[in-house]
């Protein structure tokens, strides 16, 4: 049996790993988020479907909202990161035209939205368990 040192030690390796995985996603889903194909937003969607993908993963596999929370916080970071000026006044993410500026807005307001989902999802796994055992 692990010891309480070792098992803290893994949840929090896991949400330091997290939170990696979460801002590399971002930075890609952030540059990328502004891509279009003619009027349909491609990259928005993409990125959307992605990080929920990623979240939804993460709160699955681990069983564990900490782990899911920390990935969103490092799309969110990385978001917030790279929608900034930089010292010399250059950007990595162009500026909106009038015609397309909802889509940032829209991205901005989708990661924590996501986050906020995944994260205060309910966990049904005992729900399922006592609806196995009833039937059986």
């Known amino acids: 049996m692990a010891s309480p040192v070792s098992t ?6 896991t949400w330091v790993f997290s939170l990696a ?11 990328a988020h502004a891509f279009r194909w003619g009027v349909v937003p491609i990259g928005l969607l993409l990125a959307i479907l992605g990080t ?4 939804i993963s993460f709160r699955a596999l681990t069983a564990d909202r900490w782990t899911a929370l920390a990935a969103g916080l490092g799309v969110i970071l ?8 930089g010292p010399g006044g ?4 162009a500026p909106a035209t009038a015609a ?3 889509i940032p ?3 901005t307001i989708a990661v924590p939205l996501l986050v906020a989902l995944v994260v205060a999802w309910p966990d049904l796994s005992s729900v399922r368990a006592e609806r196995t055992r009833t039937r059986t």
């Open 8 to 13: 803290l030690l893994a949840r929090a390796l």
């Open 21 to 31: 995985i979460g801002a590399v996603y971002g930075t890609a889903a952030t540059v």
């Open 90 to 93: 250059s950007a990595i993410v």
């Open 105 to 107: 807005v829209t991205w």
């Open 78 to 85: 990385a978001t917030w990161v790279f929608s900034m000026v």
């Open 52 to 55: 929920g993908a990623l979240l």
């Open 100 to 102: 397309t500026e909802w």
